[in-house]
């Protein structure tokens, strides 16, 4: 069975560009996960998704970040305009219904803002 | 509100000998806890989970850890160190109840093993 995968797995860009992440969960899997660490810092939630729907979006930065999930498959995270604030490592996650509690990880994704 | 406080960014022990990371936990709720392990270039990997079952919980490579309610810890432990264990080891809690799984983590510990 094929893991969690992210797409690209390093990313560098300038300040005013725009990026798009993308994560494929495992297959069957309806809850995704985004998650952002920082560096120096603790890896922080950003937002759920059950099959398309955000069901919890309270840790998105602000209005730049743009999740979807299309069809309830893969998602994509775009950043527009990026900061420089927005470099570090995205996580993604996915998990079983209903009520799943063991998340699986991707290797993530290493943004670099210049 | 839940917050996850790991002591201690680095830790160094020899091959051989006892590895001890510290977790301590605030939760407003019965938490679910978990303890997470990232090799270099590789993706977070489970290596235990305490869902208010028993409270010592034996994970994978030998590693485990307890649940202690009166001193809100969950101190991963494995008797003997080896090379491998060499990683970042980073600490979870999320709540119980029904709903948003969202994983709340400390800052993360990084393992040396010295041979």
């Known amino acids: 069975e094929a893991g969690v995968t992210q797409f690209p797995s390093h990313s560098v860009i300038e300040k005013g560009q725009t990026v798009t992440l993308r994560c494929d969960p495992i297959?069957?899997?309806?809850?995704l996960y985004w998650y952002r660490r920082v560096m120096g810092k603790e890896i922080k939630f950003l937002l759920h998704f059950v099959k398309e729907s955000k069901q919890d979006e309270s840790g998105m930065p602000n209005n730049r970040f743009l999740a979807e999930r299309t069809g309830g498959t893969y998602s994509t995270l775009k950043v527009q305009p990026a900061e420089l604030e927005d470099s570090g490592v995205y996580f993604c996650?996915?998990?079983?219904?209903?009520?799943?509690?063991?998340?699986?990880f991707g290797p993530g994704t290493r943004l670099t803002v210049l | 509100a839940q917050s996850v406080t790991q002591l201690g960014s680095h830790v160094s022990v020899s091959e051989g000998a006892l590895v001890l990371l510290r977790c301590n936990y605030s939760?407003?709720?019965?938490?679910?806890l978990f303890w997470y392990v990232q090799y270099p270039n590789q993706g977070l990997q489970l290596l235990l989970k305490?869902?208010?079952?028993?409270?010592l919980v034996k994970g994978i490579n030998g590693f485990e850890a307890e649940f202690k309610k009166s001193e809100t810890s969950f101190h991963l432990t494995k008797p003997s160190a080896h090379m491998s264990d060499a990683a970042e080891y980073f600490c979870a809690v999320s709540p119980s109840g029904a709903g948003s799984y969202q994983l709340t983590f400390g800052k993360g510990t990084k393992l040396s093993v010295i041979p």
């Open positions: 939760s407003s709720v019965p938490p679910y």
């Open positions: 297959s069957g899997h309806d809850n």
């Open positions: 996650a996915s998990s079983q219904a209903p009520e799943a509690i063991e998340q699986f």
């Open positions: 305490y869902t208010s079952a028993a409270t």
